[in-house]
């Protein structure tokens, strides 16, 4: 079983920026690719980044390239998605995932919500 566990959503104004961190507790994310995800109200969930905790290898979807960063802490068995000159359009609930085994598994979401 693997648990994925969202943190750092919040309200910032437009402009400003957070930091997501997702972490496994008791289970080690190397050699997984972890995604970020996010949901906005009325939208489909869409596909914002993912990392290979292997080999470092990133991508981005287009609507946040050049203002999100994502990036991995192995020592501390997290995922981080640094988050810069949010928009409103930025507004959703963020989840993090992984693929075990064929298995895919979803931490609980965090919210963030960019408004002034």
């Known amino acids: 079983q693997v648990q994925l566990v969202e943190s750092g959503g919040g309200l910032v104004q437009p402009g400003g920026s957070l930091r997501l961190s997702c972490a496994a507790p008791g289970f080690t994310l190397d050699g997984y690719v972890i995604g970020w995800f996010r949901r906005a109200p009325g939208k489909e969930r869409e596909g914002v980044s993912c990392?290979?905790?292997?080999?470092?290898?990133?991508s981005y979807a287009d609507s946040v390239k050049g203002r999100f960063t994502i990036s991995r802490d192995n020592a501390k068995n997290t995922v981080y998605l640094q988050m810069n000159s949010l928009q409103p359009e930025d507004t959703a609930v963020y989840y993090c995932?992984?693929?075990?085994?064929?298995?895919?598994?979803w931490g609980q979401g965090t919210q963030v919500t960019v408004s002034s």
């Open positions: 995932h992984t693929e075990v085994r064929g298995r895919k598994y």
């Open positions: 990392i290979s905790i292997s080999d470092g290898r990133t």
